[in-house]
């Protein structure tokens, strides 16, 4: 079945650092790809998305590309802030399963001043 | 996007009792969904909300359990039935299909359930 791998956490680093964290996947067909954010106590907002090969989805500073050939949806951002400090979760819509949504497993960031 | 409340935000409940969560959104919306998401770990998806009929569990999570209903396009609730400690979790409903956009679902707060 669909699924979805990212790199483990947690990712400490410091304020103005370059971020990448890495996402891959695998699926049949061709779903769409998510970020979503979690910020400590609160629930997830989307935080970026693309929808087909070569997009790239972009938001407050981060990117991802849909990496087709290489399976992978990885997160960017050129310089991380304190309040960046979140749990970064990717995910696609399974449409097999009536659109549901996979997740990864979750990486935890940390940004220290 | 959609302006999306769930009701009660956290509660701390008794072993065997019951809780009902509400999700309330501000436009209509073609599709309705309940995850769960226990400590420290990802979010997995219990059931759709379907309007005017039964909800879609997935495998795992079984109508007696966890009882949604759905009467209109901006409501649905969940109930986690006769609680046991490993039902604390974050639950959180979710939406796709604001104002006709689909393939984009948003989350609500999330319900923090203890349970003792």
């Known amino acids: 079945g669909n699924s979805v791998t990212q790199m483990e956490g947690p990712v400490t680093l410091s304020e103005e650092a370059f971020l990448t964290i890495n996402c891959t996947y695998t699926a049949t067909g061709y779903p769409s790809l998510f970020w979503y954010v979690q910020y400590p106590g609160e629930g997830l907002q989307l935080l970026l998305k693309?929808?087909?090969?070569?997009d790239k989805g972009s938001n407050k500073g981060f990117e991802a590309t849909y990496r087709k050939e290489t399976t992978s949806f990885h997160l960017e951002k050129g310089s991380v802030q304190v309040s960046d400090s979140a749990v970064y979760f990717c995910?696609?819509?399974?449409?097999?399963?009536?659109?549901?949504?996979?997740f990864g497993q979750g990486t935890e960031l940390s940004v220290k001043p | 996007s959609a302006v999306i409340s769930q009701k009660p935000s956290r509660d701390i409940c008794q072993r065997g009792t019951s809780l009902t969560i509400q999700c309330q959104v501000d436009s209509q919306v073609t599709m309705m969904f309940w995850y769960r998401q226990q400590p420290g770990q990802s979010l997995t998806l219990i059931a759709t909300?379907?309007?005017?009929?039964?909800?879609?569990?997935e495998s795992g999570f079984v109508i007696d359990k966890f009882p949604i209903s759905r009467p209109n396009l901006t409501f649905s609730t969940l109930t986690v039935s006769n609680m046991s400690p490993e039902d604390s979790s974050i639950y959180l409903c979710s939406v796709d299909g604001v104002r006709g956009n689909t393939d984009t679902q948003y989350f609500g707060p999330g319900t923090r359930l203890t349970v003792l």
């Open positions: 995910a696609l819509t399974d449409y097999n399963q009536g659109g549901k949504l996979i």
């Open positions: 693309a929808t087909k090969a070569d």
């Open positions: 909300a379907n309007q005017g009929s039964e909800a879609t569990y």
